[in-house]
């Protein structure tokens, strides 16, 4: 299936699963758009924190067709939605034509499926995939960089790596900036002021090995995390999962 | 002499001529101030095109200290100021207090002096700097991103290199992404459009001799050229060659 095709099955509403393992080697985006007035702010938080939010593209009010996904409508070919109003969860639909409006920014950011890949090739286990849950994520105890209204903690994923390997998943992970790039720490969740790896503030906990050490990249949900948090009175994100598939290769990412 | 001394000589209208060597090893920064309603278009303009406007910091409207540089004013710590209204350069001010308005966004953008020290330790000669002028920079026939209002064409810098060093002088200057990085072009100036390398359109020819390639980089200039196009209303630069010299030191600006 082409990046094309399955956006436009997610468009008529026979693709309304999660996204993860579709379009190998292509690359997948979270979304957040929000009203014109908060663009610069969070383009600027973006900016300030380029490791959890990696841009793919910014689609400018008025434009609903990425240039990385020729075709595309942002409204309709992401398999499912969420629309938050004042920091709240109001629903949870297939597609958002009738909410949308010239008025409105959105934002394509990397998403971790994207180093993945490479890190399989390698031979780098992957924990969640082989036990087939989300990756487990925490909130810690940085500060991401405040921009305007946006502001809350750094939240990162973890994946447990045998210690022998942390050095190869480091290197590959690091060649892929525009999607988290390298880890931010390796090893000590108390460093993070995570207390407990068994209990994740989002996703599934995975169990951590004899001789594997918990790493940890920067992840996409620090941007969602500072745009509800800030009460803007209207945004619209995917659905955790359900991400919009672009036509970009993953390879094309590296360096 | 420190950055601080440095700044604070500037602010006394102690220091009025250019920079460059000044405060070795530190990382200076071309100066674009913008009003908060253009500053979306051209934070988004950088974001767009990150070789020739990479980001060293935004400060939002209502501050004028960077942090990047404690301690230091923006609007009166540059040796030399520009002031453009509609397009047209009214004045070359010594500081702008007067026309400041917490109404005014401020971007630094980073600047090749922070990749030339690198290649002379590195024994790549730098023409410009052994015959005491600007380096030369061309206009091309590639159009930068555009963004909102902001369109022009990409402005490359071009240094002679011999064809030998040409792989070492990528190496070096594609470490360090947040000041152009790698050269966009090695050998041909009439792929870029370029007539002729000794009539460039800013700064000053240099002699290319028998051996050497001209390799070109995407230029600072670019977001000037494109704000100035846009033919904002009002707009703040340094003058050429006067840049805000930041506290950071190149080598953290490498990886």
Excluded at 30 to 55: H, I, S, T, Y
Excluded at 92 to 112: H, K, N, T, Y
Excluded at 235 to 241: D, K
């Amino acid at each position: 299936m082409t990046p094309a095709e399955l956006r436009l099955s997610a468009r008529e509403g026979r693709w309304t699963r999660p996204t993860a393992g579709a379009c190998a080697g292509r690359v997948q985006a979270n979304l957040m758009v929000v009203p014109r007035e908060a663009a610069f702010d969070f383009l600027l938080f973006c900016q300030r924190n380029p490791k959890p939010c990696p841009l793919i593209e910014v689609v400018e009010a008025g434009r609903t067709e990425p240039a990385c996904a020729p075709g595309a409508d942002l409204r309709t070919d992401l398999p499912r939605y969420r629309v938050y109003r004042d920091g709240q969860l109001q629903a949870e639909p297939l597609e958002v034509r009738e909410l949308w409006s010239p008025d409105l920014v959105a934002f394509l950011i990397g998403c971790s499926f994207s180093f993945e890949e490479p890190l399989a090739a390698a031979g780098v286990p992957l924990r969640h995939v082989e036990s087939c849950v989300n990756v487990p994520m925490y909130r810690t105890n940085r500060p991401a960089a405040a921009a305007g209204r946006f502001h809350g903690p750094l939240v990162v994923s973890m994946r447990p790596i045998p210690a022998g390997l942390v050095p190869l998943a480091v290197q590959i992970t690091g060649r892929f900036e525009q999607v988290h790039g390298a880890p931010v720490h390796v090893g000590a969740p108390e460093a993070l002021g995570i207390a407990d790896l068994a209990r994740p503030d989002f996703g599934d906990a995975v169990e951590i090995r004899p001789g594997e050490l918990p790493v940890f990249w920067a992840c996409g949900v620090t941007p969602q995390a500072a745009a509800l948090a800030s009460r803007l009175p209207f945004c619209i994100t995917h659905a955790p999962g359900h991400m919009f598939v672009t036509d970009l290769e993953n390879a094309a990412l590296g360096r």
